[in-house]
């Protein structure tokens, strides 16, 4: 509760919406921290952030 409180806890569309942010420029160092510790306790959003990278990957590759 503690941790809610002082707003280091993210929401699964808060951690979407940074993860799509971060391939775009780099995010500040508490926005890291916060999406990590949210990464280190949701599948899902671990998922959205794999699959984000197959994508950036799969267009690179494309482009060459």
């Given at each position: ?6 707003g ?5 569309k808060?951690?979407?919406r ?8 780099p ?5 890291r ?17 794999r ?11 494309y482009?060459t």
């Amino acid at each position: 509760m503690l941790l809610r409180a002082i707003g280091h806890i993210l929401s699964c569309k808060d951690a979407t919406r940074l993860l799509s942010q971060a391939q775009d420029r780099p995010l500040s160092s508490f926005r890291r921290w916060r999406l990590t510790l949210h990464l280190m306790t949701c599948d899902a959003c671990t998922r959205f952030e794999r699959q984000l990278e197959f994508l950036r990957e799969a267009l690179r590759r494309y482009r060459t």
